[in-house]
């Protein structure tokens, strides 16, 4: 894409979502990671703000080569933001966001509630017990702007430009017969970008308990179905439909299915007391 024509407004208006969803993120991480932050506070020697700023900025840049590097791509396969477009270009977005609501919020809250099922009767009674009892469930108001990250900042990097260069590479060597890329090359891309996201939640996991096909297999099942939905929504609908499908599905598992865990430990840690007996 010549460097005239690159979106630069839409650039910068997504960056800036980015940003913002890396401050939401901050509580949540800051109680999430608070003994890893206590080490690498010991580590470095250096205060607790120094090291929100450093890890701050990589996160940002980061963000801010995927969206530049997204844009470019997503546009050259017929894939963006087309709300954001159509604003920035003057025109009404009325219709396209009626459009995209129903689906988004279906494909976003349906997958969730399915992974609340999947993790509550198959998963759950099956995990190791330092693994149900290790990651601690932050207060209510962290989990939820910990929902803007998954919406806006998961979504740039996962879509907007893993989704469009592995589609756009794959579409060098698969196309239709009308030389536009073949639908099957937007599925392969969205699949397997649903896959890598569930790998990429293993580290974690991998850092408190041992890896066991079960648990690579409820890392990629869960998160797969929940990405294959958002890819679509990306697909058919455009990056803000993908953006609110995960926003609602974090919502759902950030809120009532850390709640259910929460409970589910603390009838768990009842269940373990030693029952007294009667004077």
């Known amino acids: 894409m010549p460097v005239f024509s690159f979106p630069w407004a839409e650039f910068a208006l997504l960056c800036g979502g980015a940003l913002f969803s890396l401050i939401c993120v901050t509580p949540y991480l800051l109680e999430l990671n608070r003994e890893a932050f206590r080490r690498a506070q010991e580590r470095l020697q250096r205060p607790l703000w120094v090291l929100l700023v450093l890890q701050g900025l990589q996160s940002s840049i980061l963000l801010i080569a995927a969206v530049g ?12 933001a087309p709300l954001l477009e159509g604003l920035l270009m003057g025109r009404s977005v009325n219709r396209q966001a009626q459009a995209l609501l129903g689906p988004a919020l279906l494909l976003g809250l349906v997958p969730a509630i399915l992974l609340l099922i999947l993790e509550g009767l198959v998963f759950w009674p ?9 990651f601690p469930i932050p207060a209510l108001w962290k989990r939820l702007l ?12 996962c879509r907007l430009f893993l989704l469009s260069l592995l589609a756009w590479l794959v579409a060098f060597i698969w ?3 009308q030389g536009q890329p073949a639908p099957g090359v937007f599925w392969l891309a969205t699949v397997v970008v649903a896959l890598l996201f569930g790998l990429g939640h293993l580290p974690a996991t991998a850092a408190v308990v041992k890896l066991t096909p079960l648990l690579v297999g ?13 890819g679509y929504l990306f697909w058919h609908y455009g990056l803000e439909a993908a953006m609110l499908g995960h926003f609602s599905a974090d919502l759902v598992m950030h809120g009532l299915g850390d709640t259910i865990a929460r409970a589910l430990r603390a009838a768990e840690a009842a269940k373990a007391q030693p029952e007294h007996e009667s004077p």
């Open 69 to 80: 590097l997204g844009l470019p791509m997503a546009h050259s396969l017929g894939l963006g």
């Open 175 to 177: 196309r239709g017969a």
């Open 218 to 230: 409820r890392a990629l099942l869960l998160n797969g179905i929940a990405g294959v939905a958002f």
């Open 146 to 157: 910990a929902c803007f990250y998954g919406g806006i900042a998961e979504e740039l990097l």
């Open 126 to 134: 099956r995990l190791p017990q330092a693994m149900r009892a290790a």
